[in-house]
């Protein structure tokens, strides 16, 4: 099974700065990975696939890099309505998850 | 517009079996895989398995083998998640998401909260 760890757990940011996530994988993935971002009481939305390519309807603040086993999902301008947990998703195999990084309000 | 809906909230005895129905809508349903996975509460996602509607072959977690059975019907457009001995770690929200290419998951259900308990 390959194994997702992203970093941090939490990440702290004030509205309008920029964050960054990472996601590591056990072993190489390729560029099949994907990004989602949950808030309370909903579904997963997907943002991000193919490791950097935006989902349909997802804003440019959004983006995605890496290859291989380190992946980073940026956000460009934190808006109120980002504040969420963000999941990394590998698809090169058998679909695992990571753990989730939440990002909250500073 | 893509639309997954789920069946409600159960309430389920430790050794018993649960099954969560999910009717698509907005699209051609044999042209995508549909994807199960779950969320212990306060927990994060993990995926069950999978399964093809246009023949309905699966394929699923280890951790799920010989539990779980996905099944399909094409006349309603739903696929069906049968969990069985279910025990108290099986209490989550259960999603079912359609797979974009196969194993991106561009649409979800709204969850159906399945509770174990004595």
């Known amino acids: 099974e390959i194994v997702m760890t992203q970093s941090p757990d939490t990440l702290s940011v004030s509205p309008g700065e920029r964050a960054t996530l990472s996601c590591r994988a056990s072993q190489s993935v390729s560029s099949n990975l994907a990004w989602y971002q949950q808030k309370p009481g909903q579904a997963p939305r997907l943002l991000i696939y193919?490791?950097?390519t935006r989902a349909t309807g997802i804003p440019a603040r959004f983006s995605g890099s890496g290859s291989g086993t380190e992946f980073t999902l940026t956000i460009g301008s934190l808006q109120s309505e980002d504040f969420a947990v963000y999941y990394c998703?590998?698809?090169?195999?058998?679909?695992?998850f990571g753990q989730g990084t939440k990002v909250e309000i500073k | 517009q893509v639309q997954l809906v789920q069946s409600g909230a159960e309430v389920k005895k430790p050794g018993a079996s649960v099954k969560v129905s999910c009717t698509a809508s907005g699209y051609t349903f044999t042209s995508y895989y549909m994807h199960w996975v779950r969320q212990a509460p306060g927990q994060g996602l993990e995926w069950m398995g999978i399964i093809n509607p246009n023949g309905g072959s699966t394929s699923y977690a280890q951790q799920f083998l010989g539990r779980v059975t996905m099944t399909r019907d094409m006349s309603t457009s739903t696929v069906y998640m049968d969990l069985s001995s279910l025990r108290s770690e099986d209490t989550a929200v259960y999603y079912c998401?359609?797979?974009?290419?196969?194993?991106?998951?561009?649409?979800w259900g709204q969850g159906a909260l399945v509770t174990v308990s004595s």
């Open positions: 998703q590998q698809c090169d195999n058998w679909p695992t």
């Open positions: 193919d490791a950097s």
């Open positions: 998401a359609r797979g974009r290419s196969k194993w991106e998951l561009d649409y």
